[in-house]
């Protein structure tokens, strides 16, 4: 029993450090929600692989997240769940098809799938905890986006929804 006390510090000590954020991840708080992610981690990615991507959209006149009114103006109670559309759309969508003959691009579009997963599920925690409302406003703001993304054929979109990528990260970052 004299090891007890040691196994339960121990124990709480991994517990915590697995809860507590990296140094290089911020917290964000989405209306209710509280989600660490490593945004300078997916933008390093995200600008090795952006002049190729980018070079592979063919409409450059059309956006898919800067659509007027797309992402600006939020309300901060609206956050996670269009924070959790945008990341469940990248998942299941997007970066399905964003593949290229380029496997130093694969990797790290599948690196930043690889984050964006990560992000999803915990803001999914969230969401199945009702933390994450979706309002009126905020579901019209992603069936924008939608409408935008299915009006291209899916490869063509979903390149081009990775291309403006820093879009996504620029609103995060501003939302903090």
Known sequence: ???????L?????????????????????LGACRVSMSTAEIRA????????IQSRDPIRTLSILSHPQSLHKVKSSDRCCVAHHLFTFYVDKVFK?????DSFVNRKISSIANSFLSVRRKLGQCHE???????????EKFK????NYEGLNVTSAAMKSL??????????????
């Open 1 to 7: 029993m004299r090891g007890s006390p040691l196994f």
């Open 9 to 29: 510090c121990l124990f709480s000590m991994s517990c915590w450090v697995n809860l507590t954020p990296t140094a290089a991840e911020k917290i964000f708080h």
């Open 45 to 52: 990615g995200f600008t090795a692989i952006k002049a190729n």
């Open 97 to 101: 098809h964003c593949r290229t003959e």
């Open 129 to 139: 905890q009702n933390n994450c409302v979706c309002g009126e406003e905020s579901t």
């Open 144 to 147: 924008q986006i939608l409408a």
């Open 163 to 176: 291309g403006e990528l820093d879009i996504l990260l620029d609103w995060m970052e501003k939302s903090q």
